[in-house]
T-cell receptor, first 116, second 110 residues
Framework: GAGVSQTPSNKVTEKGKYVELRCDPI?????LYWYRQSLGQGPEFLIY????????DSGLPNDRFFAVRPEGSVSTLKIQRTERGDSAVYLC??????????????FGEGSRLTVL | QKEVEQNSGPLSVPEGAIASLNCTYS??????FFWYRQYSGKSPELIMS????GDKEDGRFTAQLNKASQYVSLLIRDSQPSDSATYLC??????????FGQGTTLQVKP
C-alpha cells in the first residue's frame, strides 16, 4: 500500500486479556517505530526496529509489552494481561532512515485500544 | 531524564498573525529536530526538520534552532484557521530514537 497500515483501527478488550496490534510499513522502509499516545499528550516512544532487530526497546513500560518484526517488514506489538492503563492510541511509523538518522517518520492512523 | 518540553497552550492568534511555538530539550547530544502537525483525531505529519543552528524557512513556516540554549522554535506567518492543530516538537537524540514533546495546541481565530 501507499502508506503505513495499522490493524485493527479499534480494539476493545477486557482487563487481563491478550492483544496484538499489527503494523504494515511503507515498502522499502527499514526503520519502524511504535509509539503510544494518550489524550492530550504527545506520542510516547515504545520501541524502534532497524530491519528485523529491535534497535531500542527502552520505552516498553514493562515485560507485558513485546514487539516483533521477523522479516523486516510487518511488525506486531503484543500486550499480555492488559490493564486499564494500557488504553491509548498505539501509533506505528516507518522511515527510510538508517543508523542514527531517522529522517521523516510516516505514521499510520493508529490502533485505538480500550481496556475495560 | 531526557525530555522535550513544550507549553501545552492553547495558543490563540488571530487570522493573519504570526504564531510562535517553542520547545526546549534536555539532551545536549541531540542532533536533529522536527516539527510535526497533528489535527484532532489524526496522526502526526512532518512539516519541518532542522539540523544546524539558525533559521530554516519553508513557505509560511520558519524553524529556528539554538543548540547552545537547547531551544527550537517554529514560526507560522500569516496564520490561517486551517493551521489550527497541535504542533509536536520531536528530537533525535543521536541514536535514531525520536522523542516527542507533549505538543502545543494552536487556535487561529477568523
Amino acid at each position: 500500500g501507499a502508506g503505513v497500515s495499522q490493524t485493527p483501527s479499534n480494539k476493545v478488550t477486557e482487563k487481563g486479556k491478550y492483544v496484538e496490534l499489527r503494523c504494515d510499513p511503507i515498502s522499502g522502509h527499514t526503520a519502524l517505530y511504535w509509539y503510544r499516545q494518550s489524550l492530550g499528550q504527545g506520542p510516547e516512544f515504545l520501541i524502534y526496529f532497524q530491519g528485523t532487530g529491535a534497535a531500542d526497546d527502552s520505552g516498553l513500560p514493562n515485560d507485558r509489552f513485546f514487539a516483533v518484526r521477523p522479516e523486516g517488514s510487518v511488525s506486531t506489538l503484543k500486550i499480555q494481561r492488559t490493564e486499564r492503563g494500557d488504553s491509548a492510541v498505539y501509533l506505528c511509523a516507518s522511515s527510510l532512515g538508517s543508523g542514527s538518522s531517522p529522517g521523516e517518520l510516516f505514521f499510520g492512523e493508529g490502533s485505538r485500544l480500550t481496556v475495560l | 531524564q531526557k525530555e522535550v518540553e513544550q507549553n501545552s497552550g492553547p495558543l490563540s492568534v488571530p487570522e493573519g498573525a504570526i504564531a510562535s511555538l517553542n520547545c526546549t530539550y534536555s539532551d545536549r547530544g541531540s542532533q536533529s529536530f522536527f516539527w510535526y502537525r497533528q489535527y484532532s483525531g489524526k496522526s502526526p505529519e512532518l512539516i519541518m526538520s532542522i539540523y544546524s543552528n539558525g533559521d530554516k524557512e519553508d513557505g509560511r513556516f520558519t524553524a529556528q534552532l539554538n543548540k547552545a540554549s537547547q531551544y527550537v522554535s517554529l514560526l507560522i506567518r500569516d496564520s490561517q484557521p486551517s493551521d489550527s492543530a497541535t504542533y509536536l516538537c520531536a528530537v533525535n537524540e543521536g541514536t535514531g530514537k525520536l522523542i516527542f514533546g507533549q505538543g502545543t495546541t494552536l487556535q487561529v481565530k477568523p
